[in-house]
């Protein structure tokens, strides 16, 4: 199949694959599921949120969503669920030895300073706790994610003989973090001044000063390493630092005696036994993944809990069916 006709059919199929959602959103059977596992606590886990204009500008990361697409998705999770604070809920397991019915928590990852200037004004309205992991060297720092460095390297400069610009790559996955990081250091003077405002306001990353202003009884810091490093491709050394330097900067600032914990990516592999311990170590009582999915009482491990990623192209029917565990019936049949 042509470009044209792949591009078509994909269209075609998002178009089809969204109705369906929203007639068994309107059948009711999305409430229906909600209620069947209503002593499982979903774990939402957003990372930036965008401007509506902005949100099919190519420079914006896919784990991104609009304005807009929280704002409905916040008053659903609202009127659906007990929304409750990643910390309380998890508290109320170890007392009690269950969640609550029909828990649900929020949580973002890295650390943008769009989750307060856009989110925190909807959190407010909906009065939903989050849990904020951010990634403390480029906190204090203010310089753009790794991550996100990347991705605009790759618009702006594809034929750059890097594994980093290479289309498709995984590089900047599966390299420890200095190796990455080295890399950037030589690419990215050469071509920031293709950075535009709004894409630097998009993407930066929030500041102590902006996180100790905030109510801590709405949005709670967590650890997400030192510098976005995926722990499995670090030597134990490494890993060990990131995780520690994380750890004792929430303590330092804040004074958040027991941080909760969320492994960068967090997939199947990245992540094991050792960060496990290694966290337990530091005090650390609870750390999220990146493995989607529902956390029950009694089988769930507090170090790996699974969460449900929201992004882009969360259709308002899309969505609830994902919440709703709609999405999780219709993949295991």
Not at 111 to 123: D, F, M, Q, R, T
Not at 138 to 162: I, T, Y
Request: proline residues 5%.
């Amino acid at each position: 199949m042509d470009l044209m006709g792949s591009t078509t059919s994909g269209r075609l199929r998002a178009a089809f694959v969204n109705a369906a959602y929203r007639a068994v959103d309107l059948s009711g059977l999305n409430r229906l599921m909600a209620g069947y596992s209503k002593r499982s606590l979903r774990i939402l886990v957003y990372h930036g949120i965008c401007r509506d204009e902005e949100c099919r500008e190519a420079w914006v990361p896919p784990s991104f969503v609009s304005y807009r697409e929280f704002a409905f998705q916040m008053q659903y999770l609202r009127s659906r669920f007990r929304v409750t604070s990643l910390r309380a809920a998890l508290e109320g397991l170890r007392t009690h030895g269950s969640f609550e019915p029909g828990a649900a928590a929020v949580t973002f990852d890295d650390g943008y300073e769009n989750n307060l200037s856009i989110a925190l004004p909807v959190l407010k309205q909906y009065a939903i706790p989050a849990t904020i992991f951010v990634c403390t060297r480029w906190v204090a720092e203010g310089e753009l994610f790794p991550h996100d460095k990347v991705r605009l390297l790759r618009l702006w400069c594809p034929e750059e003989a890097s594994p980093l610009t290479a289309p498709h790559s995984r590089a900047h996955k599966d390299l420890p973090i200095q190796v990455v990081l080295q890399e950037l250091d030589r690419l990215w003077p050469k071509y920031r001044h293709r950075l535009t405002g709004a894409q630097r306001e998009a993407l930066r990353p929030m500041s102590w000063e902006q996180i100790r202003s905030v109510d801590a009884s709405l949005i709670e810091i967590g650890a997400h390493t030192h510098q976005h490093a995926i722990l499995a491709h670090e030597r134990d050394g490494a890993r060990q630092e990131e995780i520690m330097t994380s750890v004792t900067l929430i303590r330092q600032n804040l004074g958040v005696p027991a941080p909760l914990f969320a492994y960068p990516n967090g997939m199947e592999g990245d992540f094991d036994e050792r960060d496990k311990a290694l966290l337990s170590s530091a005090g650390c009582l609870s750390a999220v993944s990146g493995i989607y999915g529902w956390n029950s009482a009694g089988t769930t491990d507090p170090l790996a809990l699974r969460r449900i990623g929201i992004g882009l192209g969360h259709t308002p029917a899309r969505f609830a069916a994902q919440v709703s565990g709609v999405r999780r019936l219709v993949s295991w049949l």
